[in-house]
């Protein structure tokens, strides 16, 4: 009784707590008792970036993981929770980028090689870090099959799977536009987007005085690139324009303008005609396609002009268009300037302001048909056809994947309906390289005039495309025996790697024992922030490579704000390191404090005092616990006595509890699981029973007092059961020093019956 000498520090505990629960091995779901008997139980843990440390929205995350994960441990299920990290490129890269900076030197200068080793070193301490958090938050992991989105295993996951791809033509080299960080000097995804609302000005103008429509736009440096106009083919003010061409000169440059009727267009914004930029707008890039308009590209990967011989060339964006602008006032062009508020594209990593552009890049090709030659997704038959969006779409509408909470399925199908093909191709040099090869004697000059040996990129006949799908490297070229090859300098979209985490960590593509027992996964946890990013295409990825699901369940959790509501950052010095949590307030008040009262899908806000109430909340189990354990002290408990009435009626109000926490475990609603046992066990157990329980242990009646030992035994032990998934740390330690026959620590007990 050693340990309830003093009051509950949890210090004390929590660190030798761990290392206890790490040598049962019970992590380890093949370790757990009968475990060849028990239904296996999946959960896959997001994997962290190595960029730095964790955050609160991290420890949510492992918080929600670890209740679902011990809670189906003590329900007898198998349960394996597979931890990893991810290698996270382009915020790696550019977080090693900023200390060369520092250091007044650059990747370049560094090469390739030094470079990628001074990545290596920076995820090796930042892996290090989170690893130790991870753990300081209790986190039940199966560390022996922890996983990396970089390393050997998975490198052979994502070269096997481009492979399959590319040869059933999914995967592809084109000339599409792009989203292009000149900052960052790489193309970006939709989902690496961050628009900021910025002031703006909407200019209104003819390209030259005997044009006769006037069109809007506030970037009127890029209609030196206009092919076209567009307008709506209901709007009575165009009709007679359409289908003409005008030849003219705009700024010195000629333009051939077509103009168009596609309902894309707003009639209501501007004039209700819209210059046609295909090389410089997503939008006006699929106008072009349908009407047949050319692409002509006026800025560079600089964010500079370049139209040849024109004063514009080799100006910056900005600069460009004030130029622009006072040219068009000077030649009474400029009908009318609106000061207007506009949403600015700009990349997640870096702060650079996106300029859409036509780029030589690999994509997946998200509507082409194939088959699956083994389909177990419903509405998609084996050896039917189908598309990538197809598979996204179906396998959440049918139901076999359900999202919670369900609001969220409407912005995943309005998503899925506006995907394009996902460019995978990054200008990075951290990540995955593309697995393919380039004979340079074959290859063919393309129609950009791009040259072999020059240090461009080479387009190549198909046939000299040499993908690779296995580790090994190429050393001549099938087709005409030359050993001058050269490997695609780009990496894999982060996504790429990470949306085959499910099954990549679980020994894809062998089809281990591994794979057959614990895919598909039961549940995803994750941030709503990231359903796009991530949770879209593991179902894209698992869909096309197994023909199944990834996962049954998505969860979604919001983001963790400061106690004023606002989101952390480190600008505004309101964060809180879920270590210093765990070192001032014990990690399970932390964790207490993070899901009561948390919803699904809706951000919360967290303050000091409230994980102040359940350090708290805390002693209060550990006061609680002394007393009973005091109580009971070399009482037999072998055998139920004859119960009081009261103490009837207090074990039904516990079972009631039970019942209630166990069918909110069951339905996810882990906010109110906790609230419940939470207040159970402090108003109803400590201030209630217990206080009844003095009275009657200083009383006369011998078996008041065994009815009421049994009783405080009963509620004590099936409490830190139900506790346990959220409170793990004390639970334990209280549990070690609880007499009970065939007694097992508290982490594979069964959970309480209701």
């Known amino acids: 009784m050693s340990d309830f000498s003093k009051p509950y520090n949890a210090k004390d505990h929590e660190e030798r707590m761990y290392a206890k629960w790490l040598e049962s091995g019970y992590f380890t779901p093949e370790n757990l008792p009968n475990a060849d008997k028990r239904e296996p139980y999946t959960i896959i843990m997001p994997p962290p970036n190595v960029t730095g440390v964790l955050h609160m929205g991290h420890a949510l995350m492992l918080t929600l993981q670890d209740i679902m994960i011990r809670y189906q441990r003590m329900r007898g299920k198998r349960a394996l929770w597979l931890p990893g990290t991810d290698h996270a490129a382009i915020a790696t890269q550019a977080r090693v980028e900023k200390d060369l900076v520092k250091e007044g030197t650059s990747r370049h200068d560094l090469g390739r090689e030094e470079f990628l080793r001074r990545v290596e070193a920076f995820a090796k301490k930042s892996h290090d870090t989170i690893i130790s958090q991870v753990k300081t938050m209790g986190a039940s992991c199966d560390w022996t099959r922890e996983a990396y989105t970089l390393d050997e295993d998975r490198s052979l996951a994502v070269r096997t799977m481009f492979k399959k791809m590319y040869d059933d033509g999914l995967i592809y080299r084109g000339n599409r536009i792009v989203n292009w960080d000149p900052k960052g000097q790489t193309t970006i995804s939709d989902d690496e987007i961050v628009y900021e609302e910025r002031a703006a000005k909407l200019y209104t103008f003819r390209y030259s005085k005997d044009f006769p429509i006037p069109i809007a736009t506030t970037r009127p440096e890029t209609k030196i690139g206009d092919t076209g106009v567009a307008v709506h083919p209901d709007d009575v003010r165009y009709q007679e324009f359409i289908g003409k061409e005008y030849d003219l000169e705009f700024y010195g440059v000629p333009l051939h303008i077509k103009v168009v009727a596609d309902k894309e267009v707003d009639p209501a914004f501007g004039t209700g005609a819209v210059g046609v930029t295909p090389a410089h707008s997503h939008t006006d890039w699929e106008i072009a396609e349908r009407h047949g308009l050319g692409v002509t590209q006026v800025i560079d990967e600089q964010a500079r002009m370049m139209v040849g011989d024109n004063p514009l060339t080799g100006q910056k964006v900005a600069d460009a268009r004030a130029t622009i602008v006072e040219w068009l006032g000077s030649e009474n062009l400029l009908e009318k300037e609106e000061d207007i508020k506009q949403n600015i594209a700009t990349a997640e990593r870096t702060g650079g302001v996106i300029e859409p552009m036509p780029k030589l890049q690999w994509f997946v090709a998200v509507n082409k048909e194939f088959s699956l030659p083994h389909s ?71 129609t950009l005039g791009y040259k072999p040996g020059t240090g461009e990129t080479v387009v190549p006949r198909s046939e000299k495309l040499i993908p690779i799908s296995g580790t090994e490297t190429p050393t001549t070229c099938p087709k005409c025996h030359s050993t001058s090859l050269s490997q695609d300098p780009d990496t894999l979209d982060t996504w790429f790697s990470s949306g085959m985490w499910t099954f990549s960590t679980l020994g894809w593509p062998e089809n281990t024992q591994d794979l057959k027992l614990y895919h598909p996964t039961n549940v995803l946890e994750t941030g709503y922030e990231i359903l796009f990013f991530w949770v879209a295409r593991m179902i894209l990825m698992t869909g096309y490579g197994l023909g199944e699901i990834p996962f049954r369940t998505v969860y979604l959790h919001g983001t963790v704000r400061d106690a004023k509501g606002r ?139 065994l009815s009421a030992k049994w009783t405080l035994h009963t509620i004590l032990t099936t409490s830190l059961k139900l506790l346990h998934p959220f409170m793990p740390f004390i639970t334990e330690t209280v549990w070690e020093q609880v007499p009970q026959k065939n007694k097992t620590i508290l982490v594979v007990e069964p959970w309480p019956h209701s």
């Open 376 to 446: 177990s997704i419903e509405g998609i038959a084996s050896g039917a056809k189908t598309t990538l969006k197809e598979i996204m779409r179906r396998t959440v509408e049918s139901g076999q994947i359900k999202i919670i909470p369900e609001h969220f399925e409407k912005t995943y199908f309005h998503w899925i309906e506006n995907l394009r093909d996902w460019c995978i191709s990054r200008q990075i040099w951290y990540g995955h390289r593309i697995p393919v090869w380039y004979c340079l004697p074959c290859a063919e000059l393309d």
């Open 567 to 705: 989101k952390m950052s480190k600008s505004l010095g309101n964060g809180i390191d879920p270590v210093d949590i765990a070192k001032t307030f014990g990690a399970d008040a932390g964790r207490m404090a993070l899901i009561v009262g948390n919803t699904p899908g809706t951000d919360m806000a967290l303050s000091e005092d409230k994980i102040k109430g359940y350090k708290h909340f805390a002693n209060k189990i550990w006061n609680a616990s002394r007393f009973v354990l005091t109580s009971i002290e070399n009482a037999d408990l072998s055998h139920e006595p004859k119960l009081t009435p009261s103490d009837t009626a207090a074990l039904a109000e516990l079972r009631r509890v039970a019942k209630e926490v166990t069918d909110d475990m069951e339905q996810f609603r882990f906010y109110l699981a906790a609230e419940k046992i939470y207040h159970y066990f402090w108003h109803t157990f400590a201030d209630t029973i217990l206080e009844e329980a003095k009275l009657t242990l200083r009383g006369e009646s011998v078996e008041e007092q």
